[in-house]
């Protein structure tokens, strides 16, 4: 078998980097079959510089590029590897709570097994979605603790049955104590040690204020800090806690009994300080440790070991393998290491009792239990399903829910903003989202009958009322003080009013409404053919199409929209080239809109040169947009320029809501069930099928994220983006009726 490891990796200075440099080694040295195994890594790096990597590297990912993992993706898929092993930890991994591993793994063609090194009983909700979703991906989760299997299926969802229990390794390296003592001048030395990188949760300072009382009365006692400060504290705080451990011993008067070893010493080097030792100490501050590696090397190498109760100490010094103190309490320590001390059989017994359970965690038995999952793994893959004509499922859609849209609206009209899932005031409102707002509001009345629906649209509808001008264009932005803030909107708002007033005049629930948005639109009218933004002139094109479908005699609207069209079809005709079939040089914001708006002429002016044009550039961008098999919106960072690289992020909710309106059209119009199956595709962008694999919808709140940004989800709940989702939702629902209606 072929292995592809990814995590950190010597000589970066880590502990999952020597986790992932024991399981390779070991796991290759486990072959099943007369086959060798081979097995190369994939390394993680913490910054621009490149290390120094041995042959078995063969690629690293730059932890905050994100195209590094995409590149790492492809590299796996055409390596020869049959399964891919991922040793994840949120920190070490790009984007908020190393959300940039998700992309990558949704690229391997392999099977996944991952390896969780950290598995929290209290997540954020972004540490939860990032983790249920690799835990998706994964044929297996491996867990070194009986605890987090518990968390995993309880808190995560993870099905009990994918979760597989594997202990830490411990290396084979086994040094006898009076000689490693001699070696590093301590025969006369009773030694307690603790080793790992340092920070303020390893609680060093429990251990110092204990020593006193021991050295009262042992004088031989010496307490050993081996470890360097951790890269991450040292990045943020400097040496500040080391020189606090230092100030403290130096107060305490124990110079002579503690000793600071700042170095990150090999294995070997390690193992014989861990055998010079007499007791082992990890003062922990707080439970919240699932896997500690240096706790499994201490047992794993006989040690005699006193800790806090952390989770994973709990576990590994059941049954006499350990004493365990709690936590801050140093005089509890104090005693437990004299009983020890004064004790000699006590200590010997649990040395015992640790070096016989450390024989059946060694790095070979757990390679050889990873060599045998990865077997079992590969056998089960399953194979490629046959896609149904449609994938169009209804049923996987959350409940329709107007609660968060109630909660941004007053009696004024929609805040534009929101934090998190709470109305922002201080930016007002705006004509924009009204106008959505409205749109959303007479569809879910129409297709739901939602009472709720219907008593919105006269708050939007006075509204557009309020922020129309006196020449027919319309002012965008209000303060919530209700205060103008503009003149003259933009093209696209004025132009976005016009989409949201056609549909009311196609689809009005009574005569007010009806009257009442006929009187705005037709005062708008002498605008529509001044419009120069071509977005503003699709909006334009899309909401005069809306009007025509109700009122086809209106040859003066008709005259008008062929004028627009035109323009939009000029626009294609200068820019397109054999491989550049767009309206612009450029892709930007809201583009299935352009495509869409011909869609709309198409119907009502009937000419094939729109048709034409309107599924040309319909592919063209189905092309850039749907090749992985999923929506990848382009994102409005830097956009997408003819010949140059696309922009991954920001992505927009209302880019995708663009996508299923466009093909929802498209499908209306041809009955070719490709475009109800690019439909569907295009709406999971919300449900989490996009590029960063994470979930906009928020199903606490009803509203919809903000985007997909380059750190991960924009938790920030606003209008545009809520809408964009409910519009997407309740169009999915009318295709539906539409496809079933052609069955």
């Known amino acids: 078998m072929k292995f592809a490891y990814i995590g950190t990796y010597p000589p970066r200075e880590c502990g999952i980097g020597t986790f992932t440099k024991n399981l390779r080694i070991s796991m290759l040295n486990n072959s099943l079959k007369e086959d060798t195994n081979e097995g190369f890594l994939v390394a993680m790096s913490d910054n621009e510089e490149c290390s120094i990597y041995p042959e078995e590297v063969k690629l690293m990912i730059r932890q905050e590029f994100q195209r590094d993992y995409l590149e790492a993706a492809k590299f796996i898929n055409i390596s020869g590897a049959d399964i891919c092993i991922l040793e994840h930890e949120f920190g070490i991994f790009g984007g908020q709570n190393g959300v940039y591993i998700l992309p990558l793994l949704h690229r391997l063609n392999i099977p996944l097994v991952v390896t969780l090194h950290t598995v929290l009983k209290k997540p954020s909700y972004n540490e939860k979605a990032v983790l249920q979703e690799i835990c998706k991906m994964s044929g297996k ?21 994918k979760i597989e229990y594997i202990e830490h390794g411990v290396p084979d390296i086994l040094f006898d104590q009076k000689q490693s003592k001699k070696e590093y ?3 006369r030395k009773k030694v307690l040690l603790t080793f790992g990188f340092i920070g303020r949760n390893k609680g060093i300072e429990t251990a110092i204020k204990a020593l006193p009382k021991v050295v009262e009365k042992h004088k031989n006692v010496i307490y050993i800090i081996l470890g360097k400060t951790h890269p991450n504290v040292i990045r943020h705080s400097g040496e500040e806690y080391r020189i606090y451990l230092m100030k403290l011993v130096k107060k305490l008067n124990l110079e002579n009994h503690v000793l600071f070893l700042n170095e990150f010493l090999n294995q070997n080097e390690l193992f014989k300080y861990l055998s010079a030792s007499d007791i082992y100490i990890t003062p922990y501050l707080n439970e919240a440790q699932i896997t500690s590696g240096t706790l499994s090397y201490a047992v794993g190498v006989g040690s005699a070991v006193i800790s806090t109760p952390y989770w994973h100490a709990e576990e590994l010094l059941a049954d006499e393998r350990g004493k365990l103190f709690k936590f801050n309490d140093h005089n509890a320590l104090s005693s437990i290491i004299l009983n ?42 399953p194979k490629q399903i046959k896609k149904k004509e449609t994938v169009l499922d209804p049923l996987i859609l959350p409940p329709l829910s107007l609660l968060h849209i109630k909660r941004l609206t007053d009696d004024t009209g929609i805040i534009q903003h929101a934090k998190f899932g709470i109305p922002n005031l201080k930016y007002g409102y705006c004509l924009d989202d009204n106008a959505r707002a409205l749109l959303m509001s007479l569809m879910a009345y129409k297709q739901k009958k939602n009472a709720d629906a219907l008593k919105l649209c006269p708050v939007y509808l006075s509204y557009i009322h309020y922020m129309q001008n006196t020449d027919g264009t319309f002012r965008n932005f209000l303060s919530f003080k209700r205060d103008y803030l503009d003149e003259t909107g933009s093209e696209d708002s004025f132009a976005r009013t016009i989409w949201a007033l056609g549909y009311l005049l196609g689809n009005a629930p009574n005569d007010a409404y009806f009257q009442s948005g006929r009187e705005i639109f037709f005062k708008a009218l002498p605008n529509f053919e001044e419009l120069k933004s071509i977005r503003s002139i699709a909006y334009t094109i899309i909401g005069i199409s809306l009007y025509l479908y109700g009122t086809p005699a209106d040859e003066g609207m008709i005259k008008i929209l062929l004028s627009l069209t035109n323009k939009l079809i000029n626009h294609y005709e200068n820019n397109k080239t054999d491989n550049w079939k767009w ?22 002016l009937k000419e094939k040169r729109i048709k034409k044009v309107a599924f040309e550039s319909l592919d063209f961008l189905s092309e850039i947009t749907l090749k992985e098999g999923y929506l990848s919106i382009i994102g409005n960072e830097k956009w997408f320029v003819k010949d140059g690289e696309r922009s991954l992020f920001a992505q927009q909710p209302v880019d995708a809501l663009a996508m299923v309106l466009m093909f929802h059209k498209a499908y209306n119009l041809t009955k070719e069930k490709k475009y109800l199956n690019n439909l569907y595709t295009s709406f999971m962008w919300f449900l989490g099928e996009n590029d960063m694999r994470m979930i906009l919808y928020d199903f606490e709140t009803n509203g919809c994220c903000d985007g997909l940004e380059s750190y991960g989800i924009n938790r920030n709940q606003g209008a545009e983006s809520t809408l964009a989702y409910m519009i997407s939702h309740l169009t999915i629902l009318q295709a539906f009726e539409d496809f079933h209606e052609t069955e």
């Open 141 to 161: 989760v491996v867990v070194m603790s009986l605890k987090a299997i518990g968390f995993l299926t309880k808190i995560y969802k993870v099905p009990k049955d």
């Open 185 to 187: 001048k301590l025969e």
């Open 340 to 381: 020890l001390l004064d004790n000699p059989e006590e200590l010997k017994k649990l040395r015992s009792n640790a070096f016989e359970y450390g024989r059946k965690t060694t790095w070979t038995k757990t390679g050889k239990k990873y060599v045998e999952l990865s077997e079992k793994l590969i056998k089960e893959k």
């Open 583 to 604: 309206f612009e040089s450029l892709l930007a914001y809201d583009n299935a809109i352009l495509p869409l708006a011909l869609l709309h002429a198409f119907k009502i």
